[in-house]
């Protein structure tokens, strides 16, 4: 089957240490995306990448680090500059400009 | 810049009445406009999206939205809730040229009583 692959599930670190969170696609699309969520406040952009070796900051990118050294993977570090780094982790990717996103089914991180 | 709002965080209905979800955006150009469903501790996925052409838009589990660009609405409607329609519902803007980033608004979480 097609889709989105986030892992793991759950995740728990202690605060100072850095942890990655991945994410792999099998549909072929250019475009990836990291979302972090946060109760009332909808998603928010990270990073995110139109083609292999390139990638943008998003709205909340300080904190975070990324990389694209294959289309289909997109792995997100969230490191201890991270000052608020417990929350629900979105991955997504797009095929073209106006196409719709497909979501992965999120990484909860718990730093404690 | 672009922006979505979802005036109701919460929105109660009964099983059986209709729906309607509003979401208001913000945008220069033609928006290309989304709206997704959340289950708890679940990824996103698309119930519907505008692009262009007819402003009535049909999507997955009876759902439907009309963009109005006077109003700048993409409000969403069912006309029959039934209780697994319990949920959390985001309405997103594209923004930027090229692949699209989405603008998500704060979500409504909807909630079915008997």
């Known amino acids: 089957d097609g889709g989105i692959t986030q892992s793991p599930k759950y995740l728990f670190r202690k605060e100072g240490q850095n942890v990655t969170l991945s994410c792999e696609q099998n549909?072929?699309?250019?475009?990836m995306y990291w979302y972090r969520q946060d109760p009332g406040q909808g998603l928010r952009l990270i990073y995110y990448s139109q083609i292999v070796n390139d990638f943008q900051k998003g709205d909340i990118a300080e904190g975070y680090s990324v990389s694209r050294e294959k289309k289909e993977s997109f792995p997100l570090t969230v490191t201890s500059a991270q000052k608020n780094p417990t929350a629900f982790y979105l991955c997504?990717?797009?095929?073209?400009?106006?196409?719709?996103?497909?979501f992965g089914q999120g990484t909860r991180l718990t730093v404690v | 810049a672009q922006s979505v709002t979802q005036p109701d965080i919460h929105i109660t209905v009964s099983e059986g009445a209709s729906l309607e979800l509003r979401c208001n955006y913000s945008?220069?150009?033609?928006?290309?406009l989304f709206w997704y469903v959340q289950s708890p501790g679940q990824g996103l996925q698309l119930l519907l999206k505008?692009?262009?052409?007819?402003?009535l838009v049909q999507g997955i589990k009876g759902f439907e939205a009309e963009f109005k660009r006077s109003q700048s609405s993409f409000n969403l409607r069912k006309p029959s809730v039934h209780w697994s329609d319990a949920a959390e519902y985001f309405c997103a803007v594209g923004a930027g040229t090229g692949f699209q980033k989405l603008v998500f608004g704060t979500g409504t979480r909807l909630l079915v009583s008997p």
């Open positions: 505008y692009f262009s052409g007819d402003t």
């Open positions: 945008y220069g150009a033609t928006p290309y």
């Open positions: 997504a990717s797009s095929s073209q400009r106006g196409a719709e996103a497909f």
């Open positions: 549909l072929n699309h250019d475009a």
